[in-house]
């Protein structure tokens, strides 16, 4: 399973949404997530791909889109 597709489940579960976010999409813009929820990914990103993202890195920016998500996730291994 892709990490795009990994992200995609993790948000849904999060946001207990039925459509799934486009990879491009603003998921701040189009209500997928807040600050609130932010910190629930970021623990489940952890938990998932056994990496710590430090407290530095809770950045909204970084976590823009599914696909800004993916670019980080593969810059921290």
């Known amino acids: ?6 992200v995609i489940e993790i948000i849904s579960r999060i946001t207990r949404k039925k459509d799934a976010p486009t990879p491009d999409e603003s998921l701040f813009e189009s209500g997928f997530l807040d600050s609130f929820a932010l910190v629930d990914l970021v623990a489940a990103l952890e938990s998932e791909f056994a990496l710590r993202i430090p407290d530095s ?3 909204p920016r970084k976590f823009e889109s599914v696909a800004r998500i993916v670019s980080y996730l593969e810059a921290r291994g």
């Open 1 to 6: 399973m892709s990490k795009q597709v990994k």
């Open 57 to 59: 890195d809770l950045n």
